[in-house]
């Protein structure tokens, strides 16, 4: 039993691990993103995680610099529209810097745990009102100051992003409406 109590490491020793650690991987040239290449660390990764890294340790010049390089690259962007960005479509967009590969089982691409890739949306999953109440409308207000705030349809003069992120009734999902069940 004695041997089980091994010394920890504080906070900062797992820090500076980690900094030096992400710092030795992104020195090296940027690997190209290619078909085989795809779902591997790259240095535009490895310098984005860098830099949230010195964020939480609240080293906020290093963190810039970081981000800095990783905008440098010239490799990422924002230009893929949020409504296609978690979808197959969107799989390979150049705005996900660290993504997560995985060959569905009977799809061949996408992510087991995303309700997208399933025949129909999972009834056990329900966004909170809350979460629907957070996206402004088309002119960039909330719900409680926006002219464009219908009482009886809550859904119109959204966001984009509102129907990018929530399947409401009438939504379209996997080509088809979403419909209410009894």
Known sequence: ????????????????????????ISSGETLPVTAAAVGRVERGAALALLAREYLYTKKYAEAAAAAKQVMDLNHDDLKTPYNVLFTQAGENSKEIIFRVAYAGPSLGVGAAYAGYYQPVPPVGYVALP??????????????????????????????????????CVNSTFRGGPVKAKD
């Open 1 to 24: 039993l004695a041997e089980s109590k091994v010394p920890v490491n504080t906070n900062e020793e797992i820090n500076t691990f980690i900094i030096n650690e992400l710092k030795d």
């Open 130 to 167: 809350n979460l629907a109440d957070d996206y402004y409308f088309k002119d960039g207000k909330p719900k409680a100051t926006s002219a464009q705030y219908d009482p009886a349809n809550e859904l119109l003069n959204r966001d984009p992003r509102f129907d990018a992120t929530l399947l």
